[in-house]
């Protein structure tokens, strides 16, 4: 009670020292004329025995805080998942493929990445060779893309009405002539789709 009541004419002061001070319309007076208190009242000594929360806490609040420790079991869920739900350790792949072609890891279903930076590769230059050869005309004929001794293996007669590029280089090993025949299979006349394998 006498804690309070201390505390309370110390703000009281303190008030009268910034009203003193807006009324001059400057800084704080100086020394001499600023109201003191003795260490006494600023720190008053709290009774020994006799403090309840309502000494300390006054007209203020307390945050919640938990009631119980967390289990190990809740710790280690939050810290390393559940297998059932999300599971946050580190597991080995087990989706990975070895390339037999040039022995670089990929996982299944995808294709090999090495491998197919050369087929990326390869297109970007016949893609420079078309371009190169056709500039900005319409292309109204077919395109074929020959390698180097592939034109002399047919007739001339063949090549009539096919606008004819030329790679100046031999055909990769892996490039096979197959890759750029036209499809024998003749387009769908109907729209009509039937459903297959249904049993």
């Excluded at 309840?52 to 710790?75: C, H, M, Q, S, Y």
């Excluded at 090495?114 to 319409?138: F, G, H, W």
């Amino acid at each position: 009670m006498a804690a309070s009541l201390i505390t309370r004419v110390n703000l009281a002061l303190q008030r009268l020292d910034h009203a003193i001070a807006a009324f001059f319309n400057k800084g704080f007076p100086p020394d001499g004329f600023c109201i003191a208190a003795t260490n006494s009242e600023v720190y008053p000594q709290p009774p020994s025995n006799n403090i309840t929360i309502n000494d300390i806490i006054g007209d203020g609040f307390l945050w919640a805080v938990p009631r119980n420790r967390r289990t190990i079991e809740k710790r280690w869920k939050r810290r390393f998942g559940h297998p059932d739900y999300v599971l946050k350790i580190l597991l080995p792949r087990k989706n990975l493929r070895v390339c037999n072609v040039c022995g670089d890891d990929h996982e299944v279903g995808v294709l090999c990445p090495t491998c197919y930076k050369k087929v990326i590769d390869e297109t970007k230059e016949m893609q420079d060779a078309i371009q190169n050869e056709l500039r900005l005309s319409p292309v109204e004929k077919e395109v074929v893309v020959l390698y180097d001794g592939e034109k002399n293996e047919k007739p001339s007669e063949y090549w009539q009405g096919k606008r004819v590029v030329e790679m100046k280089k031999s055909r990769p090993a892996w490039f096979s002539k197959n890759l750029l025949q036209q499809t024998t299979q003749q387009p769908a006349t109907t729209t009509d789709v039937k459903p297959s394998d249904l049993g």
